[in-house]
């Protein structure tokens, strides 16, 4: 791989000296196959909001750069997550959402499991020999949440979720983002590596020129971080989730500390999700990486769990959704374009901007998990 020492010390360096990231960093089918060791398999990663699960049997299947996932709540009403294939030959269990009762029920040949993950049933397995049923449960994940956001982990020796979020609690905590409830959510496919999104989000550099006809140009400001997330904050008395010219629909949260009061915080949960957080609602970007030139991106929307109730919330809330689409498909578009530019041969990294301070907070990061693992690869 060619990620010349050179080069990394040009990204890495001083903001103002600083050099976009070498193009394998996006571009290596190698390259991803060291960040999904070091970085997804190791990492905390966004699944979905606890009331998306809200009953005994509830259930959703997520695809995650580590194979596909499952989530259920159980009759004790625990929410737990498992890799999603059968005990027996390998099946995948469960697709897209839905309830599944107290059992789940393998396509292929009927095995069953209850909603915590024990195997209940094992047709025609009397006769093999040293079969034992209390080893064939569903294999888990760990599953944690902050505020009714769940994350899970492939890795068991992993730092705890509430360490990884360092001081965002503190952050985000006028906000009470526990009282909101998810109403909404979008996906694409994307052509384009995983952090590409990620670095679109978290700079204001961009927004006057791609998104000129929806949000418009905008100024930001950053916040200093502790633990493995980052923000700023789009400078706006009132809120930006809505477009110029159309106010605000839902009344600010009572509750907003001085800082929360000047804009939208945009954030990074690192690896994979943003969460934005306006005085009136919040909505997040969830990024799963398939391939290094291929990505899902989720967005979803959240309000205040009594606004949610107002008669006329959905009419409320349609040029909101409206926004979140259409800003999140203009990303896409000069995403893509990105990804395709970086193939180029005579690629060179660029001068950063100080406007792209969050975008090499990144690639630091990114780069620094790569370089404790200690892999010859790199
Ligand atoms: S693969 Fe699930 S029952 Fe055979
Ligand atoms: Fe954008």
Wanted: aromatic share 10%.
């Amino acid at each position: 791989m060619d990620l010349s020492s050179g080069e990394l010390s040009a990204a890495l360096g001083p903001l103002r000296r600083a050099r976009s990231m070498p193009a394998d960093v996006y571009t290596s089918e190698e390259f991803y196959k060291i960040e999904q060791d070091y970085i997804f398999l190791k990492q905390w990663f966004f699944l979905c909001r606890e009331d998306q699960l809200p009953n005994a049997g509830d259930y959703r299947a997520s695809t995650t750069p580590g194979g596909p996932v499952l989530m259920v709540r159980g009759e004790d009403r625990q929410l737990r997550c498992f890799a999603n294939y059968c005990r027996h030959r390998g099946s995948l269990l469960l697709e897209g959402e839905g309830n599944c009762g107290k059992r789940i029920m393998c396509p292929y040949h009927a095995w069953s499991y209850f909603s915590d993950g024990r195997l209940y049933g094992c047709p025609a397995m009397e006769d093999a020999e040293g079969f034992d049923r209390t080893e064939n449960g569903l294999v888990p994940l760990r599953l944690d949440s902050w505020s009714g956001f769940v994350f899970a982990n492939f890795d068991r020796s992993a730092k705890p979720l509430i360490e990884h979020l360092g001081d965002l609690p503190a952050r985000l905590g006028s906000h009470h983002l526990e009282r909101m409830r998810c109403t909404w959510k979008k996906t694409f496919e994307t052509s384009c590596n995983w952090k590409l999104i990620l670095e679109n989000a978290m700079e204001t550099y961009h927004t006057g020129i791609v998104h000129k006809n929806t949000v418009g140009a905008q100024q930001q400001r950053s916040f200093e971080t502790q633990g493995d997330w980052l923000c700023m904050q789009v400078i706006s008395g009132t809120s930006i989730a809505t477009l110029p010219g159309v106010p605000p629909l839902f009344p600010s949260i009572a509750t907003l500390d001085e800082d929360a009061k000047q804009g939208t915080y945009f954030t990074v949960v690192l690896p994979t999700c943003q969460f934005a957080v306006a005085q009136d609602t919040m909505w997040w970007l969830n990024v799963t990486p398939l391939a290094h030139d291929r990505s899902v991106l989720e967005v979803g929307g959240c309000f205040p769990e009594e606004v949610t109730e107002w008669a006329d919330f959905e009419v409320r809330a349609k040029p909101y959704y409206e926004r979140w689409e259409a800003v999140a498909r203009e990303d896409i578009g000069i995403l893509e374009k990105q990804q395709i530019a970086l193939t180029s041969k005579l690629f060179k990294p660029g001068p950063l901007s100080v406007r792209d301070d969050m975008v090499q907070k990144i690639g630091q990061w990114v780069i620094e998990k790569l370089r404790t693992s200690q892999d010859t690869r790199i």
